[in-house]
């Protein structure tokens, strides 16, 4: 079984903070790595993408990716209320074109004003 | 910005009774899918859709399940004879050849 694992949280951080996500899969030959924001009752939203090891850095967010570690990480710098949703992670299983992604459970962001 | 999109956005219906739902993917996308996801659980990968047939399916999409791309632009779902646990929300989305977009959604109620 292909599992993705977050912590559920919440995580809570005060605004202006950096919020650090955590991920971890079990699957070494996973490909390709998202993190996604959802909104309660809402859609995911596409927020980073990251296929090889090391740090991707967009806007106030960053991704990190070890593979031998199998872990990835989403840090977001100057939280802001807003940022406050549901974050997942999730892993592709593919390496042809399409995407068959694992997602984990999310992680819960709280940004306290 | 381009965007795919889901109709209805919500659906009532009765057990054993037929529903489709319908998408548009984004129009220069080649990889079409869907995925649900049950009230508190998580997104669950259903099924991919390429070239005009199936080329993946999860253990959840068994023979109550179908998908069409019926035109050009529209790609459905049809659960043939729904069941109490197909209530969840289910969510279209397409890729060109890498980051997946995902529509707004439909829920599904099943009475």
């Known amino acids: 079984q292909k599992e993705v694992e977050q912590n559920s949280g919440p995580l809570s951080v005060p605004e202006g903070a950096i919020a650090s996500l955590n991920c971890t899969y079990s699957?070494?030959?996973?490909?390709?790595f998202f993190w996604y924001r959802q909104y309660s009752g809402k859609s995911p939203e596409l927020i980073m993408s990251i296929y090889s090891n090391g740090d991707k850095e967009d806007g106030r967010f960053t991704a990190q990716l070890n593979k031998a570690s199998q872990y990835v990480s989403l840090l977001i710098r100057d939280s802001q209320p807003s940022d406050s949703a549901t974050y997942l992670c999730a892993v592709n299983l593919m390496n042809t074109g399409f995407q068959k992604l694992v997602f984990g459970t999310g992680t819960r962001l709280l940004v306290s004003p | 910005e381009p965007e795919v999109t889901q109709t209805p956005s919500h659906q009532v219906t009765q057990m054993g009774q037929e529903v489709i739902l319908r998408c548009v993917p984004i129009?220069?996308?080649?990889?079409f899918y869907w995925y649900r996801q049950i009230l508190g659980q998580k997104v669950e990968f259903l099924v991919s859709?390429?070239?005009?047939?199936?080329?993946?399916k999860s253990e959840i999409f068994d023979d109550q399940f179908s998908v069409e791309r019926p035109d050009g632009s529209n790609f459905t779902l049809k659960i043939r004879s729904t069941k109490l646990e197909d209530s969840a929300m289910y969510f279209c989305a397409s890729s060109l050849n890498g980051e997946l977009f995902f529509g707004e959604g439909s829920r599904l109620t099943v009475l």
């Open positions: 699957d070494r030959v996973s490909q390709s």
């Open positions: 859709f390429y070239n005009n047939e199936i080329s993946e």
């Open positions: 129009s220069n996308h080649l990889y």
